[in-house]
Nanobody, 127 residues
Framework: QVQLVESGGGLVQAGGSLRLSCAAS????????VGWFRQAPGKEREFVAA????????YYADSVKGRFAISRDNAKNTVYLQMNSLKPEDTAVYYC????????????????????WGQGTQVTVSS
């Protein structure tokens, strides 16, 4: 199994930046893809960004493209989500998710594709 812990959330003004981290532990020796999702109150969980194990493939939701950047440091078993030009509509609980035993270049964009989930970190963007 893979355990995930998110950090880096907080309160920021519109136009500001935050960097979220997703630290993995457990069976990290196998290839695992990671995705970030978010869920605002009263809304469904939505895809934000994803990265393959080898880092060659990334994918972003249209709503964050050009503002957010996903990256990973496999030596540290950590995936990052750099969020710039934040907007009030980015306010949500952000979750990272992982799926192990994947092809190193595999990537997923739906919650059902992922197996492991973190507990989430709150991001609040004030106007």
């Amino acid at each position: 199994q893979v355990q995930l812990v998110e950090s880096g959330g907080g309160l920021v003004q519109a136009g500001g930046s935050l960097r979220l981290s997703c630290a993995a532990s457990g069976r990290t020796e196998s290839a695992y893809a990671v995705g970030w999702f978010r869920q605002a109150p009263g809304k469904e969980r939505e895809f934000v960004a994803a990265i393959s194990f080898n880092g060659d493939n990334t994918y972003y939701a249209d709503s964050v493209k050009g503002r957010f950047a996903i990256s990973r440091d496999n030596a540290k078993n950590t995936v990052y989500l750099q969020m710039n030009s934040l907007k009030p509509e980015d306010t949500a609980v952000y979750y990272c998710a992982a799926r192990d035993l994947t092809h190193p270049a595999a990537i997923g964009t739906t919650p059902a594709w992922y197996v492991y989930w973190g507990q989430g970190t709150q991001v609040t963007v004030s106007s």
